[in-house]
């Protein structure tokens, strides 16, 4: 009951019916049971086939939509040095053709039946998996089973994914998480096969051949190593005879049984420095844990969540909201098969490193020494628990979870006793696996430091923010049926539209509150400004501190965050339907009584400003602020979503109320909730909630689009890295123009791993890992472009590629069976990615500020739907303009 008082602390003086409304949610929350995640397996069954293979199937009708994922028990900690990567290239491999299936068919199978294919490597398993529209779920369980069991691995093939995949690797080198991570699990497993990197080594890549992918698949990819999962809209048992017929003739493979060196105990402190072109400085603290099946990884993931997860966890609130010693810091264990790490990783300026060492060595100590709080534990074990529930709101999800309990603990129904054991957590068993774990010597530190920064790493500089762990013994001390309603929109008496939808099959609710703004509203002078007023919107109301908020929402085991984009401003929050009406609160609070306070404004500019260095840690990113640079010089879109140092700088605490109070106009708001709630108590809740939010005569400006381009712009910058980044682009489509919805079809064509692209300059040429198209309608103005990384030599050729595509595409525009490929993908993934209730609220939301109405969506998918090769070739030629284009560049020497 102390923390419902806490957590619906009223703004200011109320009224009668705001009162009364306070009162009732009190009661209510109070009368309420204690939350009961919904068990994913219920409704799970699974089934061992003849050859081996075991199989779990799941019926949900909540959405015509089926994942399937197929688990091989199999990951880069079973290869010998010689093959390090050799796992991760076969999973490339898979997809590149059957007997049955050219190169580049399966995905495009896929794509064209609205589904998505893909597939990940991690050290103890292989992953393949489809999300598909249920109508084809046939098709998605036949192009998966028939590559993994049949794979022709052609050697033709094989050279030119042998290049792509040292594309990716050379990507790698260029990201700085990446390379510290892979110097700390050399640093933390000397001996095990974990120390190796997933994706392997430069000669070890380029080593491989047929042979040793087939003597790998011969030990490994038999049925008695793998796990097939279906979650969806499917009827079980025509289901389960269909993969019996597809998995009847799996190739005979000898087998082979897992020895992996184990690794010796850790006795000594441990350390590297790597020095880089970063801006910042990357840290990584570890100690070896047991492994996932130990009895002590419930204990210790109630101290990942205690110590290192959230806004509200130790280590967050010492070093960032107390302190601000850090960009970031978060901590957490890794999920492994054999003994395991739990890591604290941190970014932070160099200066800083001495204070933030000391700091998370006093956290650490204080886990060792004594017992955390009832609250605590509690929070903890709630988070944990909504956790499995918002993990079951998709297919995917729960196939997820079934997939992983079954692969690497041999039991799905473990995930049901995960749940129970973590209830079962004591105080003490968190303070015991914490003097057992987090102990000096069985500590190795690693950072990465800019150039020319001097970093000390003295051991006994080091232990002595570790102090010896002294341990003390303390005491210990029927489901609701399913319905899913059409959404609703009211518009409240101050202008304010809310809509409303009712999905009680999850304890579960998602809400959005969102106004026009953006970067498209901001003044030139005050770049950033909008993402400024995001970050600052949970940082203190005139009735809650930054600290008590964050309280408040992680006790629910929610979020409730500010968000900026192109063209909006808003917070978006999640929450188990039972923290409803508190939430709502104190959204409510938040969008009402923001107080701007100075303290938190010197912390957020400082981050801001940390996050615009770090930028130049980050390829990509550099090379698309370089891009949209380019593109719109007259055009808010021009200008970098996070400001610059200057603007950063600048700006004002005034400066951010003023701004905020020009977009803080009720007409400009829309409030969506999706989930499991009652609409007409709802209703008048949120009627006297927003009874404050009066009306108002200001207007936003009208903002002009950008004018054409009269000829080709180009830029370089130039950059240190293994690749060179390049993107050609042009002015395109906005959000209502009649191009619009062809010109998303166009880059769905050109797209995926069944794309023209993809199958054009990686598959046949082996011209770059990453090569896509992409489009960014805006309000008044769009962008269509296509984008690659390569190796700097392979730059002309590369060029010269994209160029040739895209005269291709404009002079012939697309062939039916790409249009027809590019409608089923594009609804498809519609229908994937609007499972969740968060999606289905940003959606709505969206469409209804944007002007097109918050039920657009069936329109849109008439739109898609009715799009003619004559529409496809009028919107490329009206995009795809010769000489009106621009070419952006990065990375080594020169333009």
């Not at 909630?689 to 054409?708: D, G, Y």
């Not at 050729?797 to 005269?807: D, I, P, R």
């Amino acid at each position: 009951m102390k923390v419902f008082k806490k957590n619906l602390k009223v703004p200011g003086p109320i009224g009668p019916a705001l009162y009364f409304w306070v009162i009732a949610v009190v009661f209510i929350t109070l009368i309420a049971s204690p939350l009961h995640a919904a068990s994913v397996t219920e409704g799970a069954k699974r089934f061992l086939l003849k050859n081996g293979l075991t199989v779990i199937l799941k019926e949900d009708h909540s959405a015509p939509v089926a994942a399937v994922q197929l688990w091989v028990k199999t990951g880069s900690a079973n290869e010998t040095a010689e093959e390090a990567g050799i796992t991760h290239l076969i999973e490339h491999m898979i997809f590149k053709g059957t007997p049955t299936k050219k190169t580049g068919e399966i995905a495009r199978i896929v794509e064209t039946s609205g589904g998505r294919i893909n597939a990940y490597t991690s050290f103890d398993r292989t992953v393949y998996y489809v999300e598909i529209d249920s109508a084809q779920f046939d098709r998605g369980l036949d192009v998966l089973l028939d590559a993994v069991q049949h794979s022709l691995f052609d050697p033709g093939e094989l050279i030119k994914e042998k290049e792509v995949v040292l594309e990716e690797y050379r990507r790698s080198l260029d990201i700085p998480e990446n390379q510290l991570s892979w110097a700390m699990m050399a640093l933390c497993y000397p001996k095990h096969p974990y120390g190796r990197p997933i994706i392997g080594y430069e000669e070890t890549i380029r080593s491989f051949n047929r042979e040793m992918i087939m003597n790998y698949m011969d030990k490994w990819y038999t049925p008695e190593d793998m796990v097939l999962v279906a979650v969806g809209d499917f009827q079980s048992p025509k289901a389960l005879e269909t993969i019996r017929a597809l998995v009847q003739d799996f190739p005979q493979r000898t087998a082979a049984t897992p020895s992996r060196i184990q690794e010796p105990p850790q006795t000594e402190l441990r350390k590297t420095i790597l020095k880089s072109t970063v801006q910042q400085v990357y840290l990584d603290l570890s100690w070896h844990i047991p492994s996932l099946t130990h009895q002590d990884v419930y204990a210790l993931d109630i101290l990942e969540i205690i110590l290192g997860q959230g806004k509200t966890s130790r280590l967050y609130h010492k070093l960032k909201m107390d302190a601000n010693l850090v960009y970031h810091v978060s901590g957490g264990a890794y999920a492994l098969a054999d003994p395991s790490l739990f890591s604290v990783d941190a970014t932070l300026h160099p200066n800083k490193l001495d204070q933030a060492l000391a700091a998370i060595g006093a956290e650490i100590t204080r886990m060792t020494h004594s017992p955390v709080s009832p609250s605590e534990l509690d929070k903890a074990k709630t988070i944990a628990e909504a956790g499995f529930v918002f993990k079951m709101e998709n297919m995917a999800g729960q196939a997820r979870t079934l997939g992983f309990f079954q692969t690497m603990t041999g039991d799905m129904f473990n995930a049901d006793a995960y749940l129970s054991k973590i209830k079962q957590v004591t105080a003490n068993d968190v303070l015991r696996v914490s003097n057992a774990y987090l102990r000096p010597e069985n500590l190795s530190i690693g950072l990465m430091a800019p150039e020319g920064v001097k970093i000390d790493l003295e051991p006994d500089v080091v232990l002595s923010h570790f102090k010896e762990n002294r341990f003390k013994e303390h005491p210990r001390g029927k489901p609701a049926l399913e319905t899913q309603q059409p959404a609703e929109m009211l518009v409240f008496k101050n202008g304010m539209r809310v809509i409303i939808k009712e999905n009680n099959r999850l304890p579960e609710v998602s809400i959005l509150g969102v106004f026009l703004g953006g970067k498209r509203l901001e003044k030139t002078g005050e770049w950033g400004i909008s993402g400024f007023v995001a970050e600052m919107l949970n940082r203190g109301t005139q009735n809650r501190t930054a600290a008590e908020i964050a309280s408040t929402v992680e006790s629910w085991a929610g979020s409730l965050e500010g968000f900026s984009g192109r063209n909006s401003l808003g917070i978006s929050g999640k929450f188990l339907s039972k923290d409803l009406y508190a939430g709502l609160e104190l959204l409510s609070d938040m969008v009402l009584h923001v107080n701007f306070p100075p303290s938190e404004i010197k912390k957020v500019r400082e981050d801001i400003l940390a996050a615009i260095h770090a930028k130049k840690d980050r390829p990509t990113g550099q090379l698309f602020e370089l891009f949209y640079k380019t593109l719109y010089p007259h055009y808010p879109y021009g200008h970098p979503a996070t400001g610059t140092p200057e603007t950063i700088s600048h700006i004002t605490r005034n400066d951010l109320k003023t701004w905020y109070e020009s977009i803080r106009i009720p007409s400009n708001f829309v409030l969506a909730v999706v989930g499991d709630l009652k609409r007409g108590q709802l209703i008048p809740y949120l009627e006297t909630l927003f009874e404050p939010f009066q009306p108002s005569t200001r207007t936003l400006p009208t903002i002009k689009p950008e004018p054409p381009l009269t000829g080709p712009r180009k830029a370089h910058l130039k950059r240190p890295g293994a690749q060179t980044h390049l993107s050609v682009g042009y002015l395109g489509a906005d959000l209502k123009g009649r191009n619009s919805p062809p010109m998303a079809l166009v880059d769905t064509a050109l797209s995926g791993m069944g794309g023209r692209l993809f199958q054009r300059l990686r598959d046949r040429k082996s011209l770059a890992y990453t090569v896509t198209a992409f489009r960014s309608p805006g309000l008044e103005t769009g962008a269509f472009g296509v984008y690659l990384a390569c190796d700097p030599e392979k730059l002309p050729l590369a060029q010269k590629a994209v160029f040739h595509e895209l005269s291709i595409l404009r002079k012939e525009g697309l062939t039916d069976k790409e249009l027809a490929a590019a409608k089923r993908y594009f609804l498809g993934n519609l229908k994937i990615g609007m499972q969740t209730n968060g999606s289905q609220a940003m959606q709505m939301a969206l469409d209804e500020l944007y002007g097109q109405g918050y039920d657009h969506m069936p329109q849109y998918i008439q739109e898609i739907e009715s799009v003619t090769q004559e529409d496809i070739n009028r919107a490329v030629k009206d995009t795809i303009l010769p000489e009106r284009y621009i070419l952006v560049t990065m990375g080594p020497g020169g333009e």
